[in-house]
Protein backbone atom coordinates (compact mmCIF):
# COMPACT_ATOMS: atom_id res chain seq x y z
CA UNK A 1 0.00 0.00 0.00
CA UNK A 2 1.08 3.48 -0.59
CA UNK A 3 2.48 5.42 2.29
CA UNK A 4 0.94 8.63 1.06
CA UNK A 5 -1.62 10.14 3.38
CA UNK A 6 -4.02 10.36 1.30
CA UNK A 7 -3.95 7.91 -2.34
CA UNK A 8 -4.25 4.68 -0.77
CA UNK A 9 -3.70 2.01 -3.30
CA UNK A 10 -7.58 0.25 -3.67
CA UNK A 11 -8.22 -3.33 -1.93
CA UNK A 12 -11.23 -3.74 -3.64
CA UNK A 13 -13.34 -3.23 -6.46
CA UNK A 14 -15.87 -1.57 -5.24
CA UNK A 15 -16.16 2.45 -6.60
CA UNK A 16 -17.01 5.06 -4.41
CA UNK A 17 -20.25 5.71 -3.12
CA UNK A 18 -21.52 9.10 -4.30
CA UNK A 19 -24.19 10.50 -1.86
CA UNK A 20 -26.08 13.54 -2.97
CA UNK A 21 -25.24 16.60 -0.50
CA UNK A 22 -28.25 17.18 1.66
CA UNK A 23 -29.71 20.52 1.89
CA UNK A 24 -30.03 22.10 5.61
CA UNK A 25 -31.15 25.38 6.56
CA UNK A 26 -28.43 26.84 8.50
CA UNK A 27 -29.01 27.19 12.17
CA UNK A 28 -27.92 30.21 14.18
CA UNK A 29 -24.30 29.41 15.32
CA UNK A 30 -22.05 32.08 17.56
CA UNK A 31 -18.55 32.15 17.46
CA UNK A 32 -16.33 29.88 20.20
CA UNK A 33 -14.10 32.79 20.12
CA UNK A 34 -16.44 35.36 20.96
CA UNK A 35 -17.95 33.28 24.04
CA UNK A 36 -14.55 32.87 25.25
CA UNK A 37 -13.84 36.39 25.27
CA UNK A 38 -16.78 36.94 27.48
CA UNK A 39 -16.00 35.04 30.28
CA UNK A 40 -12.48 36.55 30.08
CA UNK A 41 -14.04 39.99 30.56
CA UNK A 42 -16.63 38.69 33.31
CA UNK A 43 -12.84 37.01 35.20
CA UNK A 44 -11.61 40.46 34.09
CA UNK A 45 -14.86 42.35 36.07
CA UNK A 46 -14.79 39.72 38.78
CA UNK A 47 -11.03 40.59 39.98
CA UNK A 48 -11.40 44.29 39.79
CA UNK A 49 -15.11 43.76 41.85
CA UNK A 50 -12.89 41.34 44.76
CA UNK A 51 -10.04 43.93 44.84
CA UNK A 52 -12.21 47.33 45.48
CA UNK A 53 -15.08 45.88 47.59
CA UNK A 54 -13.32 45.33 50.58
CA UNK A 55 -12.14 49.33 50.54
CA UNK A 56 -15.68 50.23 49.86
CA UNK A 57 -16.87 47.98 53.07
CA UNK A 58 -13.89 49.24 55.49
CA UNK A 59 -15.12 52.98 54.11
CA UNK A 60 -18.37 52.40 55.02
CA UNK A 61 -18.24 50.52 58.02
CA UNK A 62 -15.40 51.48 59.39
CA UNK A 63 -14.70 54.83 58.53
CA UNK A 64 -11.28 54.29 56.78
CA UNK A 65 -10.05 56.54 54.28
CA UNK A 66 -9.04 54.85 50.93
CA UNK A 67 -6.78 56.23 48.77
CA UNK A 68 -9.25 55.84 45.91
CA UNK A 69 -6.83 56.79 42.97
CA UNK A 70 -4.38 53.77 44.35
CA UNK A 71 -6.78 51.46 44.67
CA UNK A 72 -8.31 51.60 41.04
CA UNK A 73 -4.77 51.39 40.16
CA UNK A 74 -4.00 48.14 42.00
CA UNK A 75 -7.46 46.54 40.83
CA UNK A 76 -6.52 47.50 37.16
CA UNK A 77 -3.65 46.03 37.58
CA UNK A 78 -4.41 42.96 39.01
CA UNK A 79 -7.20 42.20 36.62
CA UNK A 80 -4.68 42.31 33.64
CA UNK A 81 -2.06 40.41 35.63
CA UNK A 82 -4.80 37.72 36.27
CA UNK A 83 -6.11 37.89 32.80
CA UNK A 84 -2.41 37.13 31.23
CA UNK A 85 -2.09 34.62 33.52
CA UNK A 86 -5.09 32.49 32.83
CA UNK A 87 -4.40 33.12 28.58
CA UNK A 88 -1.12 31.93 29.24
CA UNK A 89 -2.34 29.10 31.38
CA UNK A 90 -4.88 27.74 28.43
CA UNK A 91 -7.65 29.21 30.56
CA UNK A 92 -9.75 30.74 27.62
CA UNK A 93 -8.93 27.85 24.99
CA UNK A 94 -12.10 27.50 22.57
CA UNK A 95 -11.06 23.51 21.83
CA UNK A 96 -13.20 22.07 23.88
CA UNK A 97 -16.28 24.18 24.39
CA UNK A 98 -18.24 21.36 25.98
CA UNK A 99 -15.75 21.12 28.57
CA UNK A 100 -14.39 24.70 28.85
CA UNK A 101 -11.56 25.41 31.29
CA UNK A 102 -12.25 25.33 35.23
CA UNK A 103 -9.35 24.10 37.30
CA UNK A 104 -9.56 25.48 40.92
CA UNK A 105 -5.71 25.17 41.31
CA UNK A 106 -4.74 27.16 38.11
CA UNK A 107 -7.21 30.30 38.95
CA UNK A 108 -6.06 30.50 42.19
CA UNK A 109 -2.55 30.72 41.51
CA UNK A 110 -3.77 33.32 38.67
CA UNK A 111 -5.25 35.51 41.44
CA UNK A 112 -2.53 35.02 44.13
CA UNK A 113 -0.01 36.02 41.57
CA UNK A 114 -1.94 39.35 40.61
CA UNK A 115 -2.40 39.98 44.13
CA UNK A 116 1.51 39.50 44.85
CA UNK A 117 2.15 42.14 41.84
CA UNK A 118 -0.61 44.46 43.33
CA UNK A 119 1.09 44.11 46.72
CA UNK A 120 4.16 46.13 45.09
CA UNK A 121 2.03 49.48 44.25
CA UNK A 122 1.02 49.29 48.03
CA UNK A 123 3.86 48.34 49.94
CA UNK A 124 5.17 51.75 51.02
CA UNK A 125 1.47 52.34 52.78
CA UNK A 126 1.53 48.76 53.68
CA UNK A 127 4.53 49.28 55.92
CA UNK A 128 2.74 52.54 57.38
CA UNK A 129 -0.64 51.17 57.93
CA UNK A 130 -1.56 47.48 58.95
CA UNK A 131 -4.88 47.23 57.63
CA UNK A 132 -3.19 47.22 53.98
CA UNK A 133 -2.19 43.70 55.05
CA UNK A 134 -6.14 42.74 56.17
CA UNK A 135 -7.21 44.32 52.64
CA UNK A 136 -5.16 42.21 50.46
CA UNK A 137 -5.74 39.07 52.50
CA UNK A 138 -9.72 39.67 52.12
CA UNK A 139 -9.38 40.92 48.71
CA UNK A 140 -7.47 37.74 47.65
CA UNK A 141 -10.17 35.66 49.24
CA UNK A 142 -13.11 37.96 47.47
CA UNK A 143 -11.32 37.79 44.40
CA UNK A 144 -11.06 34.04 43.99
CA UNK A 145 -14.22 33.04 45.06
CA UNK A 146 -16.05 35.99 42.61
CA UNK A 147 -13.41 34.36 39.70
CA UNK A 148 -14.25 31.02 40.90
CA UNK A 149 -18.02 32.17 40.85
CA UNK A 150 -17.76 33.12 37.19
CA UNK A 151 -16.12 29.89 35.83
CA UNK A 152 -18.64 27.77 38.15
CA UNK A 153 -21.87 29.42 35.72
CA UNK A 154 -19.57 29.35 32.55
CA UNK A 155 -18.46 25.71 32.44
CA UNK A 156 -22.35 24.05 32.39
CA UNK A 157 -23.38 26.95 30.16
CA UNK A 158 -20.82 27.09 27.75
CA UNK A 159 -21.35 23.09 27.79
CA UNK A 160 -25.18 23.06 27.43
CA UNK A 161 -25.04 25.76 24.36
CA UNK A 162 -22.14 23.31 22.83
CA UNK A 163 -24.99 20.71 23.46
CA UNK A 164 -27.52 22.43 21.50
CA UNK A 165 -25.22 23.22 18.69
CA UNK A 166 -24.30 26.82 19.13
CA UNK A 167 -20.92 26.17 18.78
CA UNK A 168 -21.35 23.80 15.79
CA UNK A 169 -18.26 23.63 13.67
CA UNK A 170 -18.70 21.65 10.19
CA UNK A 171 -15.96 20.69 8.26
CA UNK A 172 -15.58 19.10 5.06
CA UNK A 173 -12.68 17.20 3.23
CA UNK A 174 -11.72 17.75 -0.48
CA UNK A 175 -10.04 14.47 -1.33
CA UNK A 176 -11.00 10.78 -0.08
CA UNK A 177 -8.34 9.01 1.61
CA UNK A 178 -6.84 8.11 5.19
CA UNK A 179 -7.11 11.95 5.89
CA UNK A 180 -10.43 11.99 5.22
CA UNK A 181 -10.84 9.12 7.33
CA UNK A 182 -8.49 10.14 10.35
CA UNK A 183 -10.45 13.87 9.96
CA UNK A 184 -13.95 12.09 10.30
CA UNK A 185 -12.77 9.23 13.22
CA UNK A 186 -11.33 12.81 14.99
CA UNK A 187 -14.83 14.78 15.00
CA UNK A 188 -16.57 11.51 15.82
CA UNK A 189 -17.70 12.61 19.27
CA UNK A 190 -20.65 15.41 18.76
CA UNK A 191 -20.37 16.63 22.46
CA UNK A 192 -16.99 18.66 21.02
CA UNK A 193 -19.14 20.66 18.94
CA UNK A 194 -17.19 19.71 15.63
CA UNK A 195 -18.85 17.81 13.04
CA UNK A 196 -17.66 16.02 9.83
CA UNK A 197 -19.44 17.63 7.04
CA UNK A 198 -18.41 15.50 4.03
CA UNK A 199 -15.90 13.86 1.77
CA UNK A 200 -15.59 15.87 -1.67
CA UNK A 201 -13.99 14.39 -4.86
CA UNK A 202 -13.52 15.21 -8.12
CA UNK A 203 -12.45 11.30 -9.35
CA UNK A 204 -15.11 9.41 -8.42
CA UNK A 205 -14.94 6.97 -11.35
CA UNK A 206 -14.31 3.43 -11.25
CA UNK A 207 -10.72 4.40 -11.63
CA UNK A 208 -10.77 5.93 -7.89
CA UNK A 209 -11.59 3.41 -5.35
CA UNK A 210 -12.65 4.32 -1.86
CA UNK A 211 -10.12 1.83 1.06
CA UNK A 212 -11.55 4.08 3.94
CA UNK A 213 -15.45 3.04 3.70
CA UNK A 214 -15.94 6.44 3.56
CA UNK A 215 -19.00 8.02 1.32
CA UNK A 216 -18.12 10.79 -0.92
CA UNK A 217 -20.95 13.46 -0.89
CA UNK A 218 -19.92 15.43 -3.93
CA UNK A 219 -17.30 16.43 -6.45
CA UNK A 220 -15.65 20.41 -5.95
CA UNK A 221 -18.87 22.35 -7.72
CA UNK A 222 -20.68 20.71 -4.72
CA UNK A 223 -18.67 21.56 -1.80
CA UNK A 224 -18.71 25.52 -3.39
CA UNK A 225 -22.49 25.38 -3.48
CA UNK A 226 -22.44 23.67 0.21
CA UNK A 227 -20.39 26.58 1.41
CA UNK A 228 -22.39 29.45 -0.30
CA UNK A 229 -25.26 28.02 1.35
CA UNK A 230 -23.67 28.36 5.25
CA UNK A 231 -23.23 24.55 5.15
CA UNK A 232 -19.46 24.54 5.89
CA UNK A 233 -16.88 26.54 7.90
CA UNK A 234 -13.58 24.79 7.32
CA UNK A 235 -12.31 23.00 4.48
CA UNK A 236 -9.59 20.97 4.35
CA UNK A 237 -7.64 19.57 0.96
CA UNK A 238 -6.29 16.39 1.50
CA UNK A 239 -4.38 15.37 -1.66
CA UNK A 240 -0.86 13.66 -2.27
CA UNK A 241 1.99 15.87 -2.10
CA UNK A 242 2.36 15.18 -5.69
CA UNK A 243 -0.22 16.68 -7.14
CA UNK A 244 0.97 19.82 -6.02
CA UNK A 245 -0.74 21.74 -9.20
CA UNK A 246 -3.68 20.47 -8.61
CA UNK A 247 -3.79 21.77 -4.81
CA UNK A 248 -3.21 25.20 -5.89
CA UNK A 249 -5.62 25.14 -8.45
CA UNK A 250 -8.43 23.54 -5.61
CA UNK A 251 -7.22 26.42 -3.23
CA UNK A 252 -7.34 29.17 -5.73
CA UNK A 253 -11.03 27.94 -6.41
CA UNK A 254 -11.96 27.78 -2.57
CA UNK A 255 -10.66 31.02 -2.07
CA UNK A 256 -13.80 32.64 -3.38
CA UNK A 257 -15.97 31.08 0.16
CA UNK A 258 -16.60 32.75 3.57
CA UNK A 259 -14.88 29.92 4.95
CA UNK A 260 -11.33 28.50 6.48
CA UNK A 261 -9.01 26.90 3.84
CA UNK A 262 -6.48 24.61 4.75
CA UNK A 263 -4.36 21.56 3.57
CA UNK A 264 -2.68 18.91 4.73
CA UNK A 265 0.51 18.55 3.24
CA UNK A 266 4.41 19.89 3.99
CA UNK A 267 4.42 21.91 0.67
CA UNK A 268 5.87 24.82 1.07
CA UNK A 269 3.41 28.17 1.16
CA UNK A 270 5.17 29.67 -2.28
CA UNK A 271 2.41 26.54 -4.32
CA UNK A 272 0.20 29.75 -3.49
CA UNK A 273 0.41 32.25 -5.61
CA UNK A 274 -1.85 34.92 -3.91
CA UNK A 275 -2.13 36.07 0.16
CA UNK A 276 0.32 36.63 2.48
CA UNK A 277 2.71 33.56 4.08
CA UNK A 278 0.74 30.80 5.33
CA UNK A 279 0.74 29.17 8.72
CA UNK A 280 0.30 25.95 10.39
CA UNK A 281 -2.28 24.32 12.74
CA UNK A 282 -3.32 20.89 13.31
CA UNK A 283 -6.72 19.39 13.58
CA UNK A 284 -5.94 16.14 16.20
CA UNK A 285 -3.06 14.91 14.91
CA UNK A 286 -3.15 15.96 11.56
CA UNK A 287 -0.81 18.72 10.67
CA UNK A 288 -2.49 21.82 8.42
CA UNK A 289 -0.90 24.41 6.19
CA UNK A 290 -3.35 27.65 6.53
CA UNK A 291 -4.32 28.73 3.17
CA UNK A 292 -7.20 31.65 4.32
CA UNK A 293 -9.04 32.27 6.95
CA UNK A 294 -12.50 32.72 7.18
CA UNK A 295 -13.47 36.78 6.45
CA UNK A 296 -15.37 38.81 9.45
CA UNK A 297 -14.81 35.86 11.96
CA UNK A 298 -15.30 36.10 15.80
CA UNK A 299 -15.93 39.51 16.98
CA UNK A 300 -15.55 41.27 13.40
CA UNK A 301 -19.58 40.67 12.14
CA UNK A 302 -20.64 42.05 15.07
CA UNK A 303 -18.80 45.19 15.01
CA UNK A 304 -19.45 45.66 11.55
CA UNK A 305 -23.43 45.27 12.16
CA UNK A 306 -23.13 47.38 14.76
CA UNK A 307 -20.93 49.91 12.38
CA UNK A 308 -23.51 49.74 9.49
CA UNK A 309 -26.74 49.93 11.56
CA UNK A 310 -25.55 53.19 13.98
CA UNK A 311 -23.47 55.20 11.63
CA UNK A 312 -26.23 53.94 8.64
CA UNK A 313 -29.08 55.48 11.12
CA UNK A 314 -27.30 58.33 11.56
CA UNK A 315 -26.57 59.20 7.60
CA UNK A 316 -30.15 58.21 7.05
CA UNK A 317 -31.90 60.67 9.47
CA UNK A 318 -29.31 63.40 7.84
CA UNK A 319 -30.39 62.58 4.35
CA UNK A 320 -34.10 61.69 4.86
CA UNK A 321 -35.38 65.27 4.45
CA UNK A 322 -33.56 65.40 0.75
CA UNK A 323 -35.54 62.28 -0.60
CA UNK A 324 -38.55 63.87 -1.47
CA UNK A 325 -36.96 67.01 -2.94
CA UNK A 326 -34.74 64.56 -5.01
CA UNK A 327 -37.50 62.40 -5.85
CA UNK A 328 -39.73 65.41 -6.96
CA UNK A 329 -36.65 67.03 -8.96
CA UNK A 330 -36.49 63.30 -11.21
CA UNK A 331 -40.30 63.23 -11.30
CA UNK A 332 -40.77 66.33 -13.24
CA UNK A 333 -37.91 66.19 -15.52
CA UNK A 334 -38.71 62.56 -17.18
CA UNK A 335 -41.10 59.98 -16.98
CA UNK A 336 -40.20 56.93 -14.41
CA UNK A 337 -40.04 55.87 -11.08
CA UNK A 338 -38.19 58.37 -8.62
CA UNK A 339 -35.97 54.71 -6.93
CA UNK A 340 -35.62 51.99 -8.65
CA UNK A 341 -34.20 48.41 -7.84
CA UNK A 342 -31.50 46.73 -9.83
CA UNK A 343 -30.26 43.22 -9.21
CA UNK A 344 -26.42 42.95 -8.09
CA UNK A 345 -24.64 39.68 -5.84
CA UNK A 346 -24.53 40.12 -2.06
CA UNK A 347 -22.65 37.78 -0.11
CA UNK A 348 -21.81 34.09 -1.44
CA UNK A 349 -23.19 35.35 -4.91
CA UNK A 350 -26.83 35.62 -3.46
CA UNK A 351 -28.83 38.21 -5.34
CA UNK A 352 -30.04 41.36 -3.69
CA UNK A 353 -32.25 44.36 -4.92
CA UNK A 354 -29.94 47.16 -4.37
CA UNK A 355 -31.64 51.01 -4.38
CA UNK A 356 -31.11 54.03 -6.19
CA UNK A 357 -32.21 57.30 -7.51
CA UNK A 358 -32.83 56.79 -10.86
CA UNK A 359 -30.18 58.96 -13.15
CA UNK A 360 -30.81 57.80 -16.03
CA UNK A 361 -34.01 57.64 -19.15
CA UNK A 362 -33.55 53.91 -18.92
CA UNK A 363 -33.92 51.46 -15.47
CA UNK A 364 -31.97 48.41 -17.26
CA UNK A 365 -31.94 45.19 -15.35
CA UNK A 366 -31.48 42.60 -18.07
CA UNK A 367 -28.81 40.08 -19.75
CA UNK A 368 -27.35 43.71 -21.18
CA UNK A 369 -26.43 46.46 -19.50
CA UNK A 370 -24.28 49.61 -21.19
CA UNK A 371 -22.83 51.69 -18.24
CA UNK A 372 -22.14 55.29 -18.10
CA UNK A 373 -19.95 57.33 -19.71
CA UNK A 374 -18.44 60.68 -19.95
CA UNK A 375 -21.29 62.62 -21.99
CA UNK A 376 -24.34 60.01 -22.05
CA UNK A 377 -27.31 61.31 -23.64
CA UNK A 378 -29.20 58.84 -21.39
CA UNK A 379 -27.81 60.75 -18.14
CA UNK A 380 -30.17 63.58 -16.99
CA UNK A 381 -29.61 66.97 -15.85
CA UNK A 382 -30.68 66.14 -12.43
CA UNK A 383 -29.14 62.56 -12.58
CA UNK A 384 -25.80 64.48 -13.59
CA UNK A 385 -26.03 66.15 -10.30
CA UNK A 386 -26.79 63.04 -8.48
CA UNK A 387 -24.20 61.54 -9.71
CA UNK A 388 -21.38 63.90 -9.36
CA UNK A 389 -22.23 64.43 -5.47
CA UNK A 390 -23.13 60.35 -5.54
CA UNK A 391 -26.75 61.54 -3.81
CA UNK A 392 -27.88 58.65 -6.02
CA UNK A 393 -26.49 56.54 -3.94
CA UNK A 394 -28.86 57.36 -0.75
CA UNK A 395 -31.43 54.87 -0.93
CA UNK A 396 -28.90 51.91 -0.77
CA UNK A 397 -29.12 52.82 3.28
CA UNK A 398 -31.86 51.53 3.47
CA UNK A 399 -30.32 48.22 2.11
CA UNK A 400 -27.59 48.71 4.75
CA UNK A 401 -29.93 48.88 7.34
CA UNK A 402 -32.07 45.42 6.28
CA UNK A 403 -28.53 44.05 6.20
CA UNK A 404 -28.18 43.47 2.43
CA UNK A 405 -25.34 46.00 2.54
CA UNK A 406 -22.65 47.46 4.26
CA UNK A 407 -21.50 50.87 5.10
CA UNK A 408 -17.89 49.67 3.02
CA UNK A 409 -17.62 46.54 1.20
CA UNK A 410 -16.81 45.35 -2.66
CA UNK A 411 -19.06 47.90 -4.62
CA UNK A 412 -21.53 45.91 -6.25
CA UNK A 413 -22.13 45.20 -10.34
CA UNK A 414 -24.73 44.24 -12.82
CA UNK A 415 -25.59 40.63 -12.91
CA UNK A 416 -24.26 41.84 -16.55
CA UNK A 417 -21.41 43.20 -15.59
CA UNK A 418 -20.80 40.23 -12.81
CA UNK A 419 -20.46 37.62 -15.79
CA UNK A 420 -18.63 39.55 -17.86
CA UNK A 421 -16.16 40.67 -14.96
CA UNK A 422 -15.76 36.92 -13.72
CA UNK A 423 -14.53 35.89 -17.30
CA UNK A 424 -11.95 38.45 -17.23
CA UNK A 425 -10.51 38.30 -13.95
CA UNK A 426 -9.84 35.42 -12.69
CA UNK A 427 -10.53 36.18 -8.68
CA UNK A 428 -13.51 38.49 -9.54
CA UNK A 429 -15.80 35.82 -7.89
CA UNK A 430 -13.72 36.60 -4.18
CA UNK A 431 -15.36 39.80 -3.38
CA UNK A 432 -18.22 37.91 -2.37
CA UNK A 433 -16.79 36.87 0.31
CA UNK A 434 -18.37 39.78 2.04
CA UNK A 435 -21.43 42.10 2.37
CA UNK A 436 -21.55 44.44 -0.58
CA UNK A 437 -20.71 48.16 0.29
CA UNK A 438 -21.73 51.80 -0.67
CA UNK A 439 -18.16 52.70 -0.97
CA UNK A 440 -14.70 50.30 -0.82
CA UNK A 441 -11.51 50.49 -0.65
CA UNK A 442 -11.46 50.55 -4.55
CA UNK A 443 -13.68 53.66 -5.03
CA UNK A 444 -11.38 55.47 -2.48
CA UNK A 445 -7.90 54.32 -4.79
CA UNK A 446 -9.77 56.12 -7.82
CA UNK A 447 -11.01 53.17 -9.25
CA UNK A 448 -14.95 54.49 -9.06
CA UNK A 449 -16.97 54.68 -12.33
CA UNK A 450 -16.30 52.94 -15.42
CA UNK A 451 -14.33 50.49 -15.98
CA UNK A 452 -12.75 50.59 -19.56
CA UNK A 453 -10.19 48.13 -19.94
CA UNK A 454 -9.44 44.40 -17.82
CA UNK A 455 -6.07 46.17 -16.18
CA UNK A 456 -8.51 48.80 -13.75
CA UNK A 457 -10.86 45.85 -13.43
CA UNK A 458 -8.22 43.62 -12.08
CA UNK A 459 -6.59 46.58 -9.85
CA UNK A 460 -10.00 46.98 -8.56
CA UNK A 461 -11.09 43.10 -7.42
CA UNK A 462 -7.47 43.57 -6.14
CA UNK A 463 -8.29 46.27 -3.71
CA UNK A 464 -11.65 44.40 -3.22
CA UNK A 465 -9.58 41.79 -2.25
CA UNK A 466 -7.31 43.57 0.19
CA UNK A 467 -10.35 44.99 2.15
CA UNK A 468 -11.55 41.39 2.63
CA UNK A 469 -8.34 40.43 3.60
CA UNK A 470 -7.24 43.68 5.79
CA UNK A 471 -10.40 44.55 7.32
CA UNK A 472 -10.37 46.38 11.05
CA UNK A 473 -13.24 48.90 11.93
CA UNK A 474 -10.69 51.59 11.55
CA UNK A 475 -9.90 50.97 7.82
CA UNK A 476 -13.78 51.40 7.27
CA UNK A 477 -13.68 54.14 8.72
CA UNK A 478 -10.35 55.67 6.95
CA UNK A 479 -12.51 54.64 4.02
CA UNK A 480 -15.62 56.22 4.70
CA UNK A 481 -13.50 59.60 5.70
CA UNK A 482 -11.85 59.41 2.45
CA UNK A 483 -14.66 58.34 0.29
CA UNK A 484 -16.29 62.43 1.51
CA UNK A 485 -12.92 63.68 -0.41
CA UNK A 486 -13.69 61.32 -3.27
CA UNK A 487 -17.41 63.04 -3.64
CA UNK A 488 -16.09 66.35 -3.21
CA UNK A 489 -13.47 66.06 -5.94
CA UNK A 490 -15.94 63.78 -8.33
CA UNK A 491 -13.63 61.76 -10.06
CA UNK A 492 -14.92 59.92 -12.37
CA UNK A 493 -18.05 60.36 -11.71
CA UNK A 494 -20.45 60.69 -14.97
Known sequence: MSSNLTDAL?????????????????????SRQVAADLVGYADIAAVILGSMLPAIIYNQAGGIVTDWVLLTQASLTAAIVTHMVLRLKGMYATEKMHDFPHQPGQLFVAVALAMVGVMGLGLPQAIREGHTWVWFSVA??????????????????????????????RIAVFGAGQIARRVHDHLSKPEVGIHFAGVYDDRIGEERLNPEGLIVTGRLDDLLKAAREDQIDKIIIALPSAADRRIADVAKKLEQLPVSVHIVTHISSDLIDEGPAHKVSSIGSVGLLDVKKRPLADWSPLIKRVEDVVIGTLLLLISLPLFPLIALAIKLESKGPAIFSQRRRGLNQNIIKMLKFRTMTVTEDGATIEQAQPGDARVTFVGRILRRTS???????????????SLVGPRPHALAHDEQYGEIVESYVNRHQVKPGMTGLAQVRGFRGQTTTADKMEARVNADIDYIRNWSFGLDMKILILTIWAVITGKNAH
Do not use: C
Open 140 to 169: LSATYTLVLLNRSVAHPLLAYLTSIGKFDQ
Open 391 to 405: LDELPQLINVLKGDM
Open 10 to 30: PTSPAALIISPAVETKSKKRW
